[in-house]
Nanobody, 121 residues
Framework: QVQLQESGPGLVKPSQTLSLTCTVS??????????WSWIRQPPGKGLEWMGA???????YYSPSLKSRTSISRDTSKNQFTLQLSSVTPEDTAVYYC?????????????WGQGTQVTVSS
């Protein structure tokens, strides 16, 4: 059973960089052919895919967020990390990490529980 757990600060100030880590247990983030994704849901809105890091280490980003987003991994800790720079209150959302068997079809077989991030001064 694969489990994912998000961690990071719940409050970030405007213009700062949001940093979240997803710790994976029960499976390796280097296992073929999974994509380890970050998804968010702003209040009152739908889910938004932000980006993913593949089993190979390749990264993929939403075009709308690409200029501000970076996803990396630490294979020794079986973790992957999201960094979102220059945040504004519009980045307030519940942030999820999830595993996708394929890239691009918005289907995920395992999810973290989600973590609330509020951007406010």
């Amino acid at each position: 059973q694969v489990q994912l757990q998000e961690s990071g600060p719940g409050l970030v100030k405007p213009s700062q960089t949001l940093s979240l880590t997803c710790t994976v247990s029960g499976g390796s983030i280097t296992t073929n052919y999974y994509y380890w994704s970050w998804i968010r849901q702003p209040p009152g809105k739908g889910l938004e895919w932000m980006g993913a890091i593949a089993y190979s280490g390749s990264t993929y980003y939403s075009p709308s967020l690409k200029s501000r987003t970076s996803i990396s991994r630490d294979t020794s800790k079986n973790q992957f990390t999201l960094q979102l720079s220059s945040v504004t209150p519009e980045d307030t959302a519940v942030y999820y990490c999830a595993r996708a068997p394929r890239l691009g079809d918005n289907e995920y077989d395992y999810w973290g529980q989600g973590t609330q991030v509020t951007v406010s001064s």
